[in-house]
Antibody
Framework: EVQLVESGGGLVRPGESLRLSCAAS????????MSWVRQAPGKGLEWVAN????????NYVDSVKGRFTISRDNAKNSLYLQMNSLRAEDTAVYYC????????WGQGTLVTVSS | DIQMTQSPSSLSASVGDRVTITCRAS??????LGWYQQKSGKAPKRLIY???SLQSGVPSRFSGSGSGTEFTLTISSLQPEDFATYYC?????????FGGGTKVEIK
């Protein structure tokens, strides 16, 4: 059974940092691009970033460039999102997902940025 | 950036109705588009990939069509479990972009 399990969400103040993790199982993680997608409360879906199978290529939405860093550890079947300089508008449920070839999604982890 | 304009933003329909949702891309995206269903509090579930291919396990009442800039998701006979929010997603260019969503409600 395929599983993507996110962790690391929580309540932080503006300007602080948070690192999200996603543990993958049930498929060959190292073969696939992986993405982070977020959804602000009551809003639509927004793609945040993705990373190539081997970590050699990364892409970001403009609103997080320079603040967020996506990474992966294929030996640990894990995906990460380092989020720095967090803003109120980053408040959302963050999903770990494969999007294009396969379509697997985690259950999401809530990040709340508030003073 | 490629903008995905999805319409309508919401609709009310009855069980058994035929429902059509449209996404228009601001530039040609070939068939690099998927359709997703999201129920409240749950992760999205892909229904259609490559614009018209049915995801394994998805009922055949769902279908997708289109190429280039205009795409359609059709539910041929709406079922009670289909009341949800639907999104399109283009993966032709970065940033990947979702449509704004269509909330399908019970009439």
């Amino acid at each position: 059974e395929v599983q993507l399990v996110e962790s690391g969400g929580g309540l932080v103040r503006p300007g602080e940092s948070l690192r999200l993790s996603c543990a993958a199982s049930g498929f060959t993680f190292s073969n696939y691009w992986m993405s982070w997608v977020r959804q602000a409360p009551g809003k639509g879906l927004e793609w945040v970033a993705n990373i190539k199978h081997d970590g050699s290529d990364k892409n970001y939405v403009d609103s997080v460039k320079g603040r967020f860093t996506i990474s992966r550890d294929n030996a640990k079947n894990s995906l990460y999102l380092q989020m720095n300089s967090l803003r109120a508008e980053d408040t959302a449920v963050y999903y770990c997902a494969t999007i294009v070839t396969l379509s697997y999604w985690g259950q999401g982890t809530l990040v709340t940025v508030s003073s | 950036d490629i903008q995905m304009t999805q319409s309508p933003s919401s609709l009310s329909a009855s069980v058994g109705d035929r429902v059509t949702i449209t996404c228009r891309a601001s530039q040609g995206i070939r068939n690099d588009l998927g359709w997703y269903q999201q129920k409240s509090g749950k992760a999205p579930k892909r229904l259609i990939y490559e614009a018209s291919s049915l995801q394994s396990g998805v009922p055949s009442r769902f279908s997708g069509s289109g190429s280039g800039t205009e795409f359609t998701l059709t539910i041929s006979s709406l079922q009670p479990e289909d009341f949800a929010t639907y999104y399109c997603l283009q993966h032709n260019g970065y940033p990947l972009t979702f449509g704004g969503g269509t909330k399908v409600e019970i009439k």
